[in-house]
């Protein structure tokens, strides 16, 4: 069973911060990719930032400049650092991790549960 947990969200004034985490857990034997993606009210899911094993890292360009993805790869755990933060950043902000299962060696696509971010004054 693998898990992914996020943490970091909730209400920030316009213009403010916000860390948000992603712990991936259970029986992996690696992870290709991690991501955020986010849903506002009414829209589709669309995505914020990805970044693979290597580093490479790809933004979404209503974020770039603003957002930043980074991962510690010895801990499976990605962030996301959000500044200047906009009313309409407002979203569930999702995980998303590509993972080899340690058995089979297959790729599966994991999501967490999902966070909410709220930018309003």
């Known amino acids: 069973q693998v898990q992914l947990v996020e943490s970091g969200g909730g209400l920030v004034q316009p213009g403010g911060s916000l860390r948000l985490s992603c712990a991936v857990s259970?029986?992996?034997?690696?992870?290709?990719?991690m991501g955020w993606y986010r849903q506002a009210p009414g829209k589709q899911r669309e995505l914020v930032a990805t970044?693979?094993?290597?580093?490479?890292?790809n933004y979404a360009d209503s974020v770039k400049g603003r957002f930043t993805i980074s991962r510690d790869n010895a801990e499976n755990t990605a962030y996301l650092q959000m500044n200047s933060l906009k009313p309409e950043d407002t979203a569930v902000y999702y995980c998303?991790?590509?993972?080899?299962?340690?058995?089979?060696?297959?790729?599966?696509?994991?999501w967490g549960q999902g966070t909410q971010v709220t930018v309003s004054s």
């Open positions: 998303n991790a590509v993972a080899m299962d340690e058995t089979t060696l297959a790729s599966y696509d994991y």
């Open positions: 259970g029986s992996i034997f690696a992870i290709t990719a």
């Open positions: 970044i693979a094993s290597g580093g490479i890292t």
